[in-house]
């Protein structure tokens, strides 16, 4: 059982350049998250999906696209990457959100530069 | 606006308890949860509190929550080198759309232990 996981760990892009994150996880949960993690700013939350097929803006959506055509698996895009994207970003999943309780499973993170 | 407030750094040595504050914006937040990020990885549910309760212990962690003030404490007693890490304060809030409840996460304290 492997959880979440990400690929790729690091990356360094130039700006302008595209790139898409991928997030995988294997507990068959209906919820998925992007997150990116600055310092000193706590976790924002980029998109979400409530499902196969869903997605939704979070807190910071702009320059970023997302697609959830499996279940399992949550990608997040750059179409044209600027120096304000570097950052960790995260995934997360979680069982549910309909309830109040919900725990998310969180991956290892990307770390991305743009120069 | 909804910023969950926590300060950034603490430093401790090995074997006192150490307190790590949190300020949320939420008062009908049913879940509070503590995060706990160990360097390079990602974020792992350290405990959370249910809104109706003041105080939960688990083993060497107390969380204390103070409703009125709004007010959630993480004490780690007999801290250990192995506690150095970023702990992430979040409640759970609302969605105002999609259903279901997201987090909103502080902006993390690190915690340092010297010895």
């Known amino acids: 059982n492997a959880g979440v996981t990400q690929t790729p760990k690091f990356r360094v892009l130039k700006t302008g350049q595209s790139m898409t994150l991928l997030c995988a996880q294997d507990m068959n949960h209906e919820y998925m998250y992007w997150y990116r993690q600055d310092p000193g700013m706590g976790l924002r939350l980029i998109h979400y999906?409530?499902?196969?097929?869903?997605?939704a803006k979070g807190e910071v959506p702009d320059g970023y696209n997302v697609s959830r055509l499996k279940k399992q698996n949550f990608l997040l895009g750059l179409e044209s990457a600027a120096p304000s994207q570097t950052s960790v970003y995260f995934c997360?999943?979680?069982?549910?959100?309909?309830?109040?309780?919900?725990?998310?499973?969180f991956g290892p993170g990307t770390r991305l530069t743009v120069l | 606006g909804e910023d969950v407030e926590q300060s950034l750094f603490l430093s401790v040595r090995e074997g006192d308890s150490s307190v790590i504050n949190c300020t949320y914006t939420d008062s009908s937040s049913t879940y509070l949860y503590w995060y706990k990020q160990e360097p390079g990885a990602g974020l792992q549910l350290l405990t959370y509190?249910?809104?109706?309760?003041d105080m939960k212990q688990d083993q060497r962690l107390t969380v204390l929550l103070n409703k009125k003030d709004k007010h959630l404490s993480l004490r780690i007693a007999d801290t250990q080198t192995g506690d150095s890490a970023i702990y992430f304060c979040a409640e759970s809030i609302r969605w105002v759309t999609g259903g279901g409840n997201k987090l909103t996460f502080g902006t993390g304290t690190q915690l340092k232990v010297e010895l």
């Open positions: 509190i249910f809104s109706n309760m």
């Open positions: 999906s409530v499902g196969e097929g869903t997605t």
């Open positions: 997360a999943s979680s069982y549910s959100s309909s309830g109040s309780y919900n725990e998310q499973f």
